[in-house]
């Protein structure tokens, strides 16, 4: 079993910047991916970046260049840094833990971008 805990949402200008986390915990896995989704107001959940065990990054045309997906040296956080914020990016934001059997969702953490 795992469990992800986000953290880093709030409220921020265009322009601004805010960098998401996501701390994992449970099972020790070899194989696994993180991934990085939105829900923007009405609207599908939409993927947003993506991270492989093997350190393998892919992100979307509507945030590359400007949203990094990381993680750490022990591999227990992922982030997401978003620079340039741009009011469409409003949207309240979820991690992803999937193994070969099982995904798991952080429980969301709102992003609003409003002057």
């Known amino acids: 079993q795992v469990q992800l805990v986000e953290s880093g949402g709030g409220l921020v200008q265009p322009g601004g910047s805010l960098r998401l986390s996501c701390a994992v915990s449970g099972s020790i896995v070899t194989s696994y991916e993180m991934a990085w989704y939105r829900q923007l107001p009405g609207k599908q959940r939409e993927l947003v970046a993506v991270?492989?065990?093997?350190?393998?990054?892919k992100h979307a045309d509507s945030v590359k260049g400007r949203f990094t997906i990381s993680r750490d040296n022990a591999k227990t956080m992922v982030y997401l840094q978003m620079n340039s914020l741009k009011p469409d990016d409003t949207a309240v934001y979820y991690c992803?833990?999937?193994?070969?059997?099982?995904?798991?969702w952080g429980q969301g953490t709102q992003v609003t971008v409003s002057s």
């Open positions: 992803k833990f999937s193994d070969y059997e099982t995904d798991y």
């Open positions: 991270l492989t065990s093997g350190g393998r990054t």
